[in-house]
C-alpha cells in the first residue's frame, strides 16, 4: 500500500521567513495530494491540495509543487506569522475511494 | 453550509463495552470516510463509505465497523474496547464518489480505562 513519510518532524522560523515542509510517497499511482493543517485540540483543515496533472498550485502565501518522477511534493508558506504555527499534514491519495494515507506530521514553530 | 458534525465530542468507556459514534456529512456529500487519530500512530484510514456502501477498509480488526444511512449520516462501532483504542475519531466528508477534497468533522475523543 501507499507510504507517505514527511520530514522534518518539527520545524521552527523566525517570523516574516519562509518555510518549506517536505513528504515523499510511494504509490506511482496516487494522484491527490492534500495538504492539512491542525491546530492544537482542532480539526484537520484542508489549505490547499494538488492533482498529478499539476506541477505546482499557489493560494496567497502557500503553495505546493509536486514532483511525480521523484515521487514527493512539498508545501510552502512564505511571510510566516505566529499564527501559521501548527501540526502540518502531509497525504495522499489515489483518488479513487477517498483514502488518504497521511504522513506523520510536522510540527511548526513560527517565532515571534 | 454547516459543516461536518459528529456526536458525542467526549466519550469515556471501560475496556469490553462498546461504542458508537455518528458523524453527519456536509449536506449534499455522500462520501463519510473515518479516520482514527493517536500520538503514536498519526491519522490512519479505517473505512470509508459512499451510498450506503463500504468501498475501502484500513488495517484494522473486524471490532471495528460501520455503516451508512440513506441520508448520508454514518455510525462507526467499536465492540469489546481495549485501552489502546483511546484516540481521536475523526470522520471527513467528501462531495462525490470520484472526489478528492475531504472535510473532517471536529472528532470525538475516546478515552477507553
Known amino acids: 500500500g501507499e507510504n507517505v513519510e514527511q520530514h522534518p518532524s518539527t520545524l521552527s522560523v523566525q517570523e516574516g521567513d519562509s518555510a518549506v515542509i517536505k513528504c515523499t510517497y510511494s504509490d506511482s499511482a496516487s494522484n491527490y495530494f492534500p495538504w492539512y493543517k491542525q491546530e492544537l485540540g482542532k480539526r484537520p483543515q484542508l489549505i490547499i491540495d494538488i492533482r498529478s496533472n499539476v506541477g505546482e498550485k499557489k493560494d496567497q502565501r502557500i503553495a505546493v509543487t509536486l514532483n511525480k518522477t521523484a515521487k514527493h511534493f512539498s508545501l510552502h508558506i512564505t511571510e510566516t506569522q505566529p499564527e501559521d504555527s501548527a501540526v502540518y499534514f502531509c497525504a495522499a491519495d489515489t483518488g479513487a475511494n477517498s483514502k488518504l494515507t497521511f504522513g506523520k506530521g510536522i510540527t511548526l514553530s513560527v517565532r515571534p | 453550509k454547516a459543516g461536518v458534525t459528529q456526536t458525542p465530542r467526549y466519550l469515556i468507556k471501560t475496556r469490553g463495552q462498546q461504542v458508537t459514534l455518528s458523524c453527519s456529512p456536509i449536506?449534499?456529500?455522500?462520501?463519510v470516510s473515518w479516520y482514527q487519530q493517536t500520538p503514536g500512530q498519526g491519522l490512519q484510514f479505517l473505512f470509508e463509505?459512499?451510498?450506503?456502501?463500504?468501498?475501502n477498509k484500513g488495517n484494522f480488526p473486524g471490532r471495528f465497523s460501520g455503516r451508512q444511512f440513506s441520508n448520508s449520516r454514518s455510525e462507526m462501532n467499536v465492540s469489546t474496547l481495549e485501552l489502546g483504542d483511546s484516540a481521536l475519531y475523526l470522520c471527513?466528508?467528501?462531495?462525490?464518489?470520484?472526489?478528492?477534497?475531504?472535510?473532517f468533522g471536529p472528532g470525538t475523543r475516546l478515552t477507553v480505562t
Open positions: 463509505y459512499f451510498s450506503e456502501t463500504q468501498r
Open positions: 471527513a466528508s467528501g462531495s462525490t464518489g470520484g472526489s478528492y477534497e475531504q472535510y
Open positions: 449536506s449534499g456529500h455522500r462520501s
